[in-house]
């Protein structure tokens, strides 16, 4: 097995296995699929940092392969908190794990927690860097978005809104993205949260047609996908400094309707920042049939046990399993 620590890790036929994989987990006839192959076997679910859809997805994706979860949540309740290095940790649950995925909020500490673990680790988030498991929910979501429209990903138009500066999940969507060839991408944010420069060079060194804006105007009649983000108000200096930002670009029913295509698909990370001040994608889009934001999370436990498959080999045998949840 190998480590997941950033989409880098990642290639074409890599992705495209994976999602074949995915997809035979699709629930059908309404009852989830669900697999022994991994009976015996223990996810280590360190989670150092917030998390709802991460956390419980990649716990809920290894029980459905027949696995065991051991969990902790937040720095303050490890040995962390009393000095234990990244290194020390990894080695301690990694003889208690089989496969181990952890969220930090420093950049380059799951890698740092990699070099100690004797067994494969995933990132499911180190601070602004990366988020590769999401950026591959995504494009599974994109595709299959997509792909009820009769369209592929190289007809995708996609605008990618909000805080592009902070947000690790579009850095690692635009790594993948890199994998494709002409696609066209609107980057669209508040000047002073652009996309680094390095991620904006990556997608035109690809042969996209990148367009970099600060306007709704310029963003979204074109797209038939697109991508909002929160405000990532922890990664601010200042409570003050991202508040000018919370509320900056707003989607509703109202918007939707004025600027965007009729069947443009909108997703989002999640979670998305409810509160008034904020409220980066309305509830009164809720009914919407483009809103894929629920799609994409149920799409998480798809992808996640695919992942966990082909890390730990048995991807053969789970992709001809036809055992279903009774109840
Ligand atoms: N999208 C995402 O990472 O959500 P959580 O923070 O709830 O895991």
Not at 210 to 215: Q, S
Request: charged share 20%; glycine share 8%.
């Amino acid at each position: 097995g190998q480590h997941l620590l950033s989409v880098k890790d990642i290639s074409l036929d890599l992705i495209d296995e994976l999602f074949i994989v995915a997809e035979s987990m699709r629930p059908y006839a309404g009852r989830q699929k669900v697999t022994r192959v991994l009976e015996g076997a223990v996810l280590g679910n360190m989670f150092f940092e917030p998390s709802t859809r991460t956390r419980v997805s990649f716990g809920s994706a290894f029980n459905l392969l027949g696995g065991e979860v051991r969990e902790t949540t937040g720095l303050s309740n490890s040995a962390l908190a009393k000095g234990e290095s990244l290194y020390d940790t990894a080695q301690v649950l990694s003889g208690y794990s089989d496969i181990i995925a952890m969220r930090h909020p420093k950049a380059g500490s799951v890698k740092e927690f990699s070099l100690g673990s004797r067994v494969p680790v995933i990132n499911g988030g180190d601070g602004p860097n990366e988020h590769p498991t999401q950026a591959l929910l995504d494009l599974f979501t994109i595709k299959n978005e997509l792909a009820r429209q009769n369209k592929s990903i190289q007809n995708l138009s996609l605008t990618l809104l909000g805080d592009l500066k902070h947000g690790r999940t579009v850095h690692s969507l635009c790594q993948l993205l890199a994998l494709y060839r002409n696609l066209k991408i609107q980057l669209i944010s508040p000047a002073e949260l652009a996309m680094p420069t390095k991620y904006v060079d990556l997608l035109v060194n690809a042969g996209h047609q990148v367009e970099v804006g600060t306007t709704l105007e310029q963003g979204l009649p074109q797209a038939n996908i697109i991508y909002q983000t929160r405000i990532q108000e922890e990664r601010f200096s200042s409570q003050q400094e991202a508040n000018l930002y919370r509320g900056y670009f707003r989607l509703n029913k109202q918007i939707y309707a004025q600027h965007c295509q009729p069947d443009a698909v909108i997703m989002h990370p999640l979670p998305r920042d409810s509160r008034n001040e904020a409220n980066e994608l309305d509830n009164d889009l809720n009914a919407m049939p483009g809103l894929a934001i629920f799609r994409q999370t149920d799409n998480g436990i798809l992808v996640r046990m695919a992942l966990f498959a082909c890390i730990l080999g048995v991807e053969d045998i789970i992709q001809n399993y036809e055992q279903t949840v009774n109840w």
